[in-house]
């Protein structure tokens, strides 16, 4: 029975020291009040919480953020040694351009004194072409020599440092965004479906030195009922701007 239930029933029968026996109506409210709220157990997630690591080997030559740093979607994390990169992307820059030089040069001449054919000119698109796509190429194997941010967040954990060899998709950094947050809860499917996508809930979360109560958004509904426990996943997100909820404490949701 809930607290609130237990002092409706200690006030209703002692009043002024005198106990008094709980008319029928007065009991039936207070077992009313108490069905027609329901209260369940879970605990709250990260609304995006990832851990990135390089798509190639390479070996960690800089790092730009520490545990602790909240950063922007883009910035850059780490970098891995980039040198020979660099100088293949000069050496693809140059022989683009002198592939157009090439281009341009006959494209004129066949305009002006068809002194080349037609041939020649597209044969001098083509390589002009082919050598523009070889400098984009080497451009982004260059640009994944860096380890960059997907989302806003706070640095959590860095696995790696300056100097270490890493391996393709390696765990490098995790990443987490606690602005807004999850609570998650696996209910009885009959209580779940009181629930509607959208519907307002309240959160009671514990902080540790007490529990906080916020207002949530249910989001998900599980499809699907796990035929051993019969429960239904359910997510609530709520606002967590001001970072006053550490996500992975437990709570329990309400709702009438």
Not at 127 to 141: H, N
Request: proline letters at 4%; hydrophobic letters at 40%; aromatic letters at 6%.
């Amino acid at each position: 029975m809930k607290l609130a239930s237990r002092r409706f029933f200690e006030n209703l029968f002692l009043i002024s020291g005198v106990p008094l026996i709980p008319t029928g109506a007065a009991l039936l409210l207070a077992l009313s009040a108490q069905a027609s709220e329901a209260s369940f157990a879970g605990i709250t997630e990260p609304f995006l919480d990832v851990t990135l690591s390089a798509s190639v080997p390479g070996i960690i030559t800089a790092q730009k953020v520490r545990e602790g740093d909240v950063v922007k979607e883009g910035a850059v994390l780490f970098e891995l040694d980039k040198k020979l990169e660099e100088l293949e992307v000069e050496r693809r820059k140059l022989v683009r351009d002198q592939r157009w030089n090439d281009f341009d040069g006959t494209q004129k001449l066949f305009k002006t004194t068809k002194g080349v054919s037609k041939e020649e000119v597209e044969k001098k698109e083509a390589e002009y072409k082919v050598a523009a796509v070889e400098q984009e190429m080497a451009a982004e194997q260059l640009r994944r020599r860096q380890v960059l941010s997907p989302l806003s967040g706070t640095i959590t954990e860095i696995m790696l440092d300056v100097g270490e060899a890493c391996q393709s998709y390696q765990p490098l950094v995790r990443v987490v965004d606690t602005r807004r947050c999850y609570f998650v809860a696996n209910i009885e499917a009959q209580h779940v479906a009181r629930l509607t996508l959208d519907q307002t809930v309240k959160i009671e979360i514990e902080t540790g030195a007490g529990s906080s109560a916020v207002q949530g958004r249910i989001v998900f509904l599980s499809p699907v009922v796990d035929p051993a426990s019969g429960l239904q996943k359910i997510k609530a997100l709520f606002d967590n701007t001001e970072n006053k909820i550490r996500p992975g404490v437990s709570g329990r949701i309400l709702w009438d």
